[in-house]
Nanobody, 118 residues
Framework: QVQLVESGGGLVQAGGSLRLSCIVS????????SAWFRQAPGKAREFVAT???????VYADSVKGRFTISRDNAKNTVYLQMNNLKPEDTAVYSC????????????WGQGTQVTVSS
């Protein structure tokens, strides 16, 4: 069973920074690829950032240049460093994992709230 647990959310002023963490258990780092998504109130969930199987990273245009996805393989943890936060970044942020040989993210964390005040 794969489990993902996020942490690091909170309330921050516009222009501030936060770093989200996602601890993955049940698989080793080379058995999955991970991503971050977010969902704002009343809106559909949207993609934020991901690792490709090659190790390259992909970002949504809305966060490019401000957010950075990274990982610590020894800790089986994925991070999302968020800088220059804007009120429109307010959302519940969730990490997700796609296992090798499968298509789509089958495993999700419970989410962590990020609120950016203006």
């Amino acid at each position: 069973q794969v489990q993902l647990v996020e942490s690091g959310g909170g309330l921050v002023q516009a222009g501030g920074s936060l770093r989200l963490s996602c601890i993955v258990s049940g698989r080793t780092f080379n058995e999955y690829r991970s991503a971050w998504f977010r969902q704002a109130p009343g809106k559909a969930r949207e993609f934020v950032a991901t690792f490709l199987w090659s190790g390259s990273t992909v970002y949504a245009d809305s966060v490019k240049g401000r957010f950075t996805i990274s990982r610590d393989n020894a800790k089986n943890t994925v991070y999302l460093q968020m800088n220059n936060l804007k009120p429109e970044d307010t959302a519940v942020y969730s990490c997700a994992a796609e296992l090798g040989g499968r298509t789509g993210y089958d495993y999700w964390g419970q989410g962590t709230q990020v609120t950016v005040s203006s």
